[in-house]
């Protein structure tokens, strides 16, 4: 088996940083790159594709609903036709600067309540998925919801996430928070070596959960994301996916 480690980056925007994406950076294989709608902007965008190719990291899009001033963590009701062209527009303004570095666009990637909506919600899913059979990359989601059936069901690649530093409930879905509080890494290693070697996790109530992993997802605004991302790349290490 192999996996990868990505983490979402680029989040900061215009004089406020957030997130150590230099210090994560050597630790995962694949960023995904805000682009605009919940953070980052055009200098950070480049920048941060400058820095994933600096580390042979693969790069791709992490595209969301056009809410900076809720981190695209609240939901929203758009048509998906609409929705679907807001996708198209972020993908399009990352894959700009991936042309300019010689970078290819590796995989897609929703984000926070995005995410969530997608998880659930048939029309989101197929907005997103209206967007992404333009690219021929993978997205990146989670095994056995409305996201998995309508991404295979339209022909596009799929990639099961496990995150490492967000609780589960009893159903199998995220518990999103606006902020994220820091984790302890060993535990958060742990984690994700039983979720890739069992296919299982515990929830937030200690239910036994099935999960499936094709890559482990840190989140850089995590308070110790650099951390995190260290212990879990070395409990790892043997599954790493080769470039």
Same mark, same amino acid.
């Given at each position: 088996?192999?996996?990868?480690?990505?983490?979402? %980056?680029? =989040?900061?925007?215009?004089?406020?940083?957030?997130?150590?994406?230099?210090?994560? %950076?050597?630790?995962?294989? =694949?960023? #995904?790159?805000?682009?605009?709608?919940?953070? &980052?902007?055009?200098?950070?965008?480049?920048?941060?594709?400058?820095?994933?190719?600096?580390?042979?990291?693969?790069?791709?899009?992490?595209?969301?609903?056009?809410?900076?001033?809720?981190?695209?963590? /609240?939901? %929203?009701?758009?048509?998906?036709?609409?929705?679907?062209?807001?996708?198209?527009?972020?993908?399009?303004a990352l894959k700009a600067f991936l042309d300019v570095a010689g970078v290819p666009l590796n995989h897609l990637k929703p984000h926070g309540a995005l995410y969530g909506m997608a998880c659930r919600q048939e029309a989101v899913a197929h907005a997103i998925a209206d967007a992404a059979v333009h690219h021929g990359v993978p997205v990146f989601g989670m095994a056995g919801t409305v996201q998995e059936e309508v991404y295979l069901s339209?022909?596009?690649?799929?990639?099961?996430? *496990? *995150?490492?530093?967000?609780? *589960?409930?009893?159903?199998?879905?995220?518990?999103?928070? /606006?902020?994220?509080?820091?984790?302890?890494? #060993?535990?958060?290693?742990? /984690?994700?070596? /039983?979720?890739? %070697?069992?296919?299982?996790?515990?929830?937030? #109530?200690?239910?036994?959960?099935?999960?499936?992993?094709?890559?482990?997802?840190?989140? &850089?605004?995590?308070? #110790?994301?650099?951390?995190?991302?260290?212990?879990?790349?070395?409990?790892?290490?043997?599954?790493?996916?080769?470039?």
């Open positions: 088996m192999q996996v990868g480690i990505n983490c979402d %980056m680029g =989040e900061s925007f215009s004089l406020y940083k957030l997130g150590d994406d230099k210090g994560i %950076m050597p630790f995962i294989t =694949e960023a #995904n790159i805000a682009c605009g709608f919940h953070a &980052s902007d055009p200098n950070h965008m480049r920048t941060t594709v400058e820095l994933a190719n600096s580390y042979g990291v693969k790069t791709g899009a992490h595209f969301s609903l056009p809410d900076q001033a809720g981190f695209g963590r /609240r939901e %929203m009701k758009i048509e998906r036709d609409e929705l679907a062209n807001i996708i198209i527009y972020q993908i399009g339209r022909g596009l690649e799929f990639r099961s996430e *496990y *995150y490492c530093d967000l609780d *589960y409930n009893d159903d199998g879905g995220l518990i999103i928070t /606006r902020e994220h509080t820091a984790v302890d890494p #060993n535990k958060a290693a742990e /984690r994700c070596l /039983r979720a890739v %070697m069992e296919g299982k996790t515990d929830s937030i #109530n200690g239910k036994e959960l099935a999960v499936r992993v094709d890559t482990v997802c840190v989140h &850089s605004d995590t308070p #110790n994301a650099v951390e995190v991302a260290k212990a879990v790349r070395n409990a790892l290490e043997p599954y790493i996916e080769q470039s």
